[in-house]
C-alpha cells in the first residue's frame, strides 16, 4: 500500500523533483543534477528532492553520492515517510 503526501494538483511550473526527473529521463543528466542541487538548497530538509538526486546519481553510476544523498532523504521523516509504500 502506498502513503499518499500530497493531494493531486496541477504541476508546478517552476523547477520540481518530478521536472528533474523527466530530464534525467531524457538523458539530460547534468540538467536534471544541477535543478535538484538548487532545490536542496533552497530546500534542505526536502527528502524528496535528495531522493530524487540519489536517483540521478544512481543512473551516471555514481554510487557513494547516491547513497550519501539517500540517507540525507532518511534524515527528514517529515517528508521521508512520502517514499515509503
Given amino acids: 500500500m502506498l502513503v499518499a503526501c500530497d493531494p493531486v494538483v496541477a504541476k508546478p511550473a517552476g523547477p520540481s523533483a518530478e521536472s528533474a526527473l523527466?530530464?534525467?529521463f531524457d538523458n539530460k543528466y547534468a540538467a536534471a543534477s544541477t535543478q535538484l542541487q538548487d532545490l536542496i538548497r533552497a530546500h534542505p530538509q526536502d527528502a524528496k528532492d535528495h531522493?530524487?538526486?540519489a536517483l540521478?546519481?544512481?543512473y551516471q553510476t555514481k554510487q557513494k553520492p547516491a547513497l550519501d544523498e539517500a540517507l540525507k532523504a532518511q534524515k527528514h521523516p517529515t517528508t521521508a515517510s512520502c517514499w515509503r509504500s
Avoid: Y
Fill in 51 to 53: 531522493a530524487a538526486l
Fill in 22 to 24: 523527466q530530464l534525467m
Fill in 56 to 58: 540521478v546519481l544512481n
